[in-house]
């Protein structure tokens, strides 16, 4: 279902939202606006300290970046809680996802 309601951005999709950044709002050269959530989970068994944060409980990070109209383009859960979100950012995916637009 995830290709149906959030399928993987397109170079064209980029493309746009980087003019609409411009257009809307004055960012040039801007292909969207990003974040992380940290989601309260149950601890997993065996997970050790992995899911453990610094707001004091187990978690998993979503990461999610929006266009200029606030919409979801993509979106990544399920990164570790220990990670904060500029560690999960520079992860190999998302840094090689960004460097094919």
């Given at each position: 279902m995830e290709h149906i309601y959030l399928p993987e951005p397109t170079e064209n999709i980029w493309k746009k939202c980087a003019e609409e950044f411009?257009?809307?709002w004055g960012f040039p050269n801007c292909i969207?606006?990003?974040?992380?959530?940290h989601v309260t989970i149950k601890r997993p068994n065996n997970?050790?300290?992995?899911?453990?944060?610094?707001l004091h409980k187990y978690s998993i990070v979503l990461m999610a970046i929006v266009g200029p109209d606030y919409?979801?383009?993509c979106v990544d859960i399920g990164g570790f809680?220990?990670?904060s979100d500029g560690g999960i950012f520079e992860t190999p995916?998302?840094?090689?996802?960004?460097?094919?637009i």
């Open positions: 411009e257009n809307r969207g606006s990003v974040d992380g959530k997970s050790g300290s992995n899911y453990w944060c610094y919409k979801f383009i809680g220990k990670n995916t998302w840094e090689n996802d960004l460097n094919k």
